[in-house]
């Protein structure tokens, strides 16, 4: 007959079964949306769309904070636009070149400003993107599969030491693996396209990692406790 702790137990695999048919329907429609869309964006011809990140800015510099005043004739020279090097002069922030192309006073305040456009997108460039998703959605429905059978194991588990659960438990931890790097490959994904410059960068996600090596110690911890219930019912 089972105790109490193992009808828990049993009644927490029943729900978390539940739960995960109905995030694999979901990730399932997603999956097959990001491969449509990676299929039609990829048969588009490369500048048939093309999204244009447009930006403004302005820089002020009151002399008035440093007691220092502009007079008409500084004030003239700076609104002709004689001070600007060919017409424009150029700011370097977070690895991209802004054009300040107007230089202007109000009162004891000189202001730079621009408006251009600061990225072009075409829509064949946001296939990398869409693969990425299509990946990350792919690797979703392997690991929630993977946890499915970890919570039917659960579900009709007699212990929490049987063999079947200590090996689901070890093949969810392995199916969470892909995700330790491939968070930083969508993520460098992003930054490229938003930043119009090419640069993917393979790195470990430390938290995916840590679940994964919690799981894998539950389960060599599990596999202890299987060994030490069979040497208690032997000794029985």
């Known amino acids: 007959m089972k105790t109490e702790a193992i009808k828990k137990i049993n009644k927490m695999g029943e729900v978390g079964s539940i739960l995960i048919v109905i995030a694999k329907v979901f990730c399932i429609i997603g999956f097959v949306a990001c491969l449509i869309g990676t299929i039609c964006l990829g048969l588009l011809p490369k500048d048939f769309i093309s999204f244009h990140a447009m930006g403004s800015g302005t820089i002020e510099v009151n002399m008035e904070a440093i007691g220092q005043s502009i007079s008409a004739e500084d004030a003239e020279l700076i609104n002709s636009g004689k001070l600007l090097e060919n017409g424009k002069v150029s700011i370097e922030l ?13 009162g004891n305040s000189i202001f730079l400003s621009t408006s251009q456009t600061l990225n072009t997108i075409s829509a064949h460039n946001l296939v990398y993107c ?9 690797m979703t429905v392997v690991s929630l599969f993977f946890a499915g059978f970890l919570c039917k194991a659960f579900k009709n588990c007699n212990s929490p030491f049987e063999e079947n ?5 070890q093949q969810f931890a392995y199916s969470l693996i892909p995700w330790v790097i491939l968070t930083s490959i969508s993520n460098s994904m992003i930054n490229s396209l938003v930043s119009g410059k090419f640069n993917v960068n393979v790195s470990i996600d430390l938290t995916m990692l840590l679940v994964v090596l919690i799981i894998l110690a539950l389960a060599y911890i599990f596999k202890y406790g299987a060994v030490l219930q069979q040497e208690s019912d032997e000794t029985l």
């Not at 977070?94 to 109000?106: H, I, P, R, V």
């Not at 869409?130 to 792919?138: K, L, Q, R, Y």
């Not at 659960?165 to 438990?169: L, R």
Request: proline share 0%.
């Open 94 to 106: 977070n690895s991209n070149e802004y054009e300040m192309s107007e230089m202007y006073t109000e």
């Open 165 to 169: 659960v200590i090996k689901k438990m």
């Open 130 to 138: 869409v693969a990425i998703a299509t990946i990350s959605m792919a």
